[in-house]
C-alpha cells in the first residue's frame, strides 16, 4: 500500500522511528540497522515501508534501504518468524553478515538474534539459502568496475564475481576473495561458497 514514506525524522524511539511527513506524524517500527542509519532530529529521511494488518492491529514498519525491506520480507515469509522477530534479527548484525549467515548455514550466528533459537536459525537458513543464493546471482546485472583482470576471464569465475558484488562486496573484495580458491573449483556456487569463507575467516 505504502511503498516509502519521505519526511522530517521527528522522533528516534526504541525500535521506531517517527517521520512528519504531509502534516502526519508516522511512526515506524524499525530495526536497529534502519535506526543508526537514521539521520538527526529535524533531517529527511526516506523509509521504505510495510503495513502489515492483522484482526488486532494494524503496524508501519520502516526501512532504510529496499534491500533490508526485500529481506524482512522474506524472513517474514519463514514458518514462525513474524514482523517483530524478523525485526529483531535483521538489527542483530549488518546485513551483509545476515545474508552470509544464511548462505553458509551459521546457526550459531542466526541464534544469537533475540527471540531465534537453534530450531528457528535452522529453519531460516533452510528455508532463505537458495532463495538468497538466486537472488544475489540473478540480481548481478551490473558490469563489475574497474579494470578486468585477465586471469579471472571464466565464466564460472565471472559469474561467482558478480554474485559477490550483489552481495555488496566492492569488486576489489570479491576479485581478491575469487583468485585466493579459483583453482580448487569450477563450479560458481562453490566458488562462492569458498570466497565467503575465506572472507569471514573460517
Do not use: H
Amino acid at each position: 500500500m505504502y511503498a516509502f514514506i519521505e519526511g522530517e525524522v521527528c522522533e528516534k524511539l526504541n525500535g521506531s522511528l517517527v517521520l512528519l511527513a504531509s502534516g502526519v506524524g508516522w511512526q515506524l517500527n524499525c530495526s536497529n540497522n534502519t535506526l543508526q542509519a537514521a539521520p538527526p532530529v529535524g533531517e529527511k529521511m526516506r523509509c521504505y515501508t510495510y503495513l502489515s494488518v492483522r484482526e488486532d492491529a494494524m503496524e508501519l514498519f520502516g526501512f532504510a534501504t529496499r534491500e533490508e525491506k526485500e529481506m524482512f520480507l522474506q524472513l517474514t515469509s519463514v514458518s514462525g518468524i513474524g514482523p517483530k522477530t524478523a525485526l529483531g534479527v535483521l538489527g542483530a548484525m549488518p546485513l551483509r553478515d545476515l545474508n552470509l549467515a544464511i548462505l553458509l548455514g551459521d546457526v550459531n550466528a542466526l541464534s544469537r538474534a533475540p527471540g531465534i533459537g537453534k530450531k528457528t536459525a535452522q529453519r531460516i537458513a533452510l528455508e532463505l539459502k537458495d532463495k538468497i543464493s538466486q537472488a544475489d546471482v540473478s540480481a548481478a546485472a551490473a558490469p563489475s568496475q574497474g579494470a578486468a583482470a585477465p586471469s579471472l576471464s571464466s565464466d564460472a569465475v565471472t559469474e561467482a564475481i558478480e554474485a559477490l558484488i550483489a552481495l555488496g562486496y566492492s569488486s576489489t573484495e570479491a576479485r581478491n576473495a575469487i583468485s585466493q580458491i579459483k583453482d580448487q573449483t569450477d563450479k560458481p556456487e562453490e566458488l562462492i561458497r569458498l570466497a565467503l569463507r575465506a572472507m569471514a575467516g573460517f
